[in-house]
Nanobody
Framework: QVQLVESGGGLVQAGGSLRLSCLASGRTFSGYAMGWFRQAPGREREFVAAISSNGGMTSHANSVKGRFTISRDNPKTTGYLQMNSLKPEDTAVYYC???????????????WGQGTQVTVSS
């Protein structure tokens, strides 16, 4: 497994941007797919985006497509989620996860970070 630490969350006005980072350690990061997820109060955790181990394949949830972009820098063992045109409904705790296999669902990821809060004010 890898250990994951998210950063970059905060408070932003609607229409603004944030970039989340997910720093990995413990195993060879380049061998793991990475995903971003979010959980708003009272709601289930939901898939946001995923990227394959070499970055060649990505997937984004329809709710963020065209606004959020997932990427990774394997030499820096870091994954990113660039969030533009933020909306109040994007407010949630954002988590990154890693696993040997690429997937576009919440279940099955072997490693999770502790989460970072994103709050979008109207």
């Amino acid at each position: 497994q890898v250990q994951l630490v998210e950063s970059g969350g905060g408070l932003v006005q609607a229409g603004g941007s944030l970039r989340l980072s997910c720093l990995a350690s413990g195993r060879t990061f380049s061998g793991y797919a990475m995903g971003w997820f979010r959980q708003a109060p009272g709601r289930e955790r939901e898939f946001v985006a995923a990227i394959s181990s070499n970055g060649g394949m990505t997937s984004h949830a329809n709710s963020v497509k065209g606004r959020f972009t997932i990427s990774r820098d394997n030499p820096k063992t870091t994954g990113y989620l660039q969030m533009n045109s933020l909306k109040p409904e994007d407010t949630a705790v954002y988590y990154c996860a890693a696993d040997r296999s690429f997937k576009t669902k919440v279940g099955g990821w072997s490693s999770w970070g502790q989460g970072t809060q994103v709050t979008v004010s109207s």
